[in-house]
Each structure stands twice: as C-alpha cells, then as structure tokens.
C-alpha cells in the first residue's frame, strides 16, 4: 500500500511541480488588489485641546506624529496626513507636570486603516499661569515732516489696551507700539488707522480690534520762529518711539 501511494506521488513529479508553481503564479497575477495589504509610514500634526482657561502654552511641543499604518492596497496609495487627525486632550493638565502619554485611542484613522506603531510616546508641553496686563500704546513715527512743516502733537486711540500671555512673558516695563508711520512725506494733519506690535510673540491681545487710530498734528513752520523752535516738538508728542532717517 505504502508503496502504491509512493509510486502515484512521485509518477511525472516534474510535471506536478511545475504545475503548481504555474498555479501559484497564476494565483499572485489574479488575486484582487482589495484582498492584499500594505504598510505606509506617516507624518502628522499633534493638536493640543482643551486647555485649562487661565493656563498658557509657554513651550509648544514638537507637533508631529510618526505612524506606521497598514491597509488595503487599493486603499493606502491615496492616503495622505490630512486624513487623519490626533488631539491631546489637556483638560486635567497641570502646570507641574511635562511630560504627557500619547496613546492610540488619540488618533483617527479612515475606516479599512490600522496603526501598526507610532511615535513619540510621550510629548513634552510646558504650561504657566496667565497674567494679563495694561500696557501703553506708544505710536512709533519715522523721521520728520517735510521742509516748512513741523509735528506739533501725536495722539493715539487707545492709549492703553490690555494683554495677555504667559507670566513670564509679561513685563510691567512693557509697551505696545503701533506699525511705523513716515512723517517725511506728510504736509498736512493726519489720521491713521494702524496696527498694534506687541513686545513678544507669546502675548496677544485681549481686544476685538487690535488697531489704533493715531492722529498726527503737523502746521507750517512760521519763519520767524523757525530757527529757534522749528524742530522742537510740543509736550503732547514727548510719549513717541521716534525713528530719525
């Protein structure tokens, strides 16, 4: 019997072999496309929510995420970063702590798309308490008005506006000026809608309309004074962050 079967088994195996090797490259050719599985690596954004009122980002973390994703091959050639999303909720943030976990449940991934791995872990994000603060608007003018005009007066609206940002970051010393203004080619009294520069990039604003309206008073030089007094401004203008060129 055993022999039997022995002799059936090896009759023309090179014929069966070379049968199913035909069969299985036959079967890597046809198999659908949507019945095989590829792996993809992934760049994203690390979006921070939730995060205490009274509470300040002072250090943003390093916002991205490394994925390995594995899906359908019809299905991962089209995937892109924008496709999925990832929020670190910091509701129960603390400014004592630093370090905080990333865990998968975090990420949303289209449907048909599994995470094999990502990284980092862990992401480092540093927190202070806010300090707001009011801060004076000082209009900053650049040089002087043209040859038989002279700046008698600088006003500004508002003359204060309120700010906010890390306590670190805000410093009693600190003013708010306004984008420059070129006096050189103004001959008559002027008023200007211009923008508010805050001294560092971590504060911000806590108006609905982060402008001022400064208003320059400039009147022709009368000659027989102008000698003495033709460049001197008035006490109204003592409060200007002046640029001479």
Not at 71 to 86: G, H
Not at 107 to 113: E, L
Not at 138 to 159: A, F, Q, S
């Amino acid at each position: 019997m055993k022999i039997m079967i022995r002799e059936i088994i090896l009759r023309n195996w090179q014929l069966k072999v070379l049968a199913l090797f035909l069969a299985l490259v036959l079967w890597i050719i046809l198999i659908p496309e949507e019945k095989t599985f590829a792996e993809k690596n992934l760049t994203i954004n690390l979006e921070l929510v939730n995060i205490p009122p009274e509470v300040e980002v002072l250090e943003p973390p390093a916002t991205s995420l490394n994925l390995k994703i594995r899906a359908r091959k019809r299905l991962i050639n089209d995937l892109r970063p924008e496709n999925f999303s990832a929020q670190l909720d910091m509701s129960r943030a603390s400014i004592y702590q630093q370090e905080y976990l990333i865990e998968a449940g975090m990420i949303k991934v289209p449907a048909g798309v599994e995470i094999v791995s990502f990284s980092p872990a862990y992401v480092h994000v540093k927190l202070e308490r806010t300090r707001k603060l009011e801060m004076e608007v000082v209009p900053t003018i650049i040089g002087r008005p043209p040859d038989g005009y002279h700046l008698v007066r600088v006003e500004v609206n508002p003359t204060r506006v309120m700010v906010a940002g890390p306590e670190s970051k805000v410093r009693a010393r600190d003013k708010v000026i306004t984008s420059p203004i070129d006096a050189s080619t103004i001959n008559t009294s002027t008023v200007l809608d211009v923008d508010l520069i805050l001294p560092r990039p971590e504060l911000r604003l806590l108006t609905p309309y982060p402008r001022a309206r400064v208003t320059l008073i400039i009147e022709k030089t009368d000659s027989r004074i102008s000698g003495a007094a033709g460049g001197k401004q008035t006490a109204g203008s003592s409060n200007l962050a002046r640029l001479d060129l």
